[in-house]
């Protein structure tokens, strides 16, 4: 007897879809090189002069970075928030810390690992994209603060510190400043003394830019000193 071809089916499984990558939940979530850590008050995330082998990402709360010259005198060199990166500079081939950095509020930040950064950078368009909009963001900043130091007034610069604490743009009102500054470190972020600091929160508060209700808390109209140095509220004494 002739025996019939026995004819064999193969089933195919339809192919698993890939997760689409999220920054969001990348930046959110612990995993491989990605570490998540709370910082109290005035606890320091990395020291000046340590070795610089990871990215920070704040999830919650503010972040100051300062500078110690040899001299031993301090400059706050930035505030940062949350959604900002920082200690970027290790992607650069930076061996040690340029600046300290110290939460200012609880934080919630995100440490991730040299390494970790480098591979999602390389695989992951959309993280890289978000990334580098980070960079040219921080990039115009620290232009924007030169420019401020060079030409601006010590009041325009004081103002400009207070609505950028605020996040002043981000969302298009400025928040109430929770976290503790003093006048002595507006004085570190601007370049002037604490006397002069405390001549102009006096004016504006004078003026009803700014308020004390057990935290400071800046209106969009002190915008008008950054955009216009009316009479009213120019300067009658001697500039730095």
Known sequence: MRRQAVRRYEIKMPAKRKTPFDPKTFLTTPGSGRTIASYRKDQVVYSQGAVADAVFFIQKGKV????VSEQGKEAVVAVLSPDEFCGEGCLAAQPRRMATATAMTDCDIMRLEKAAVVRTLHKEPTFAEMFVSHLLARSIRVEEDLVDQLF???EKRLARALLL???FGKEGKPEPILAKVTQEMLADMI????????FFMNKFRRLGL???????????????????????IADDTSED
């Open 64 to 67: 100051k970075l300062t500078v």
């Open 152 to 154: 601006n007034s010590s």
């Open 210 to 232: 700014i308020d004390y209700n057990g935290h400071l808390e800046v209106h969009p109209s002190l915008l008008s000193v950054v955009l216009h140095e009316h009479p009213h």
């Open 165 to 167: 604490l605020a996040n």
């Open 191 to 198: 370049g002037t003394t604490r006397s002069r600091v405390s």
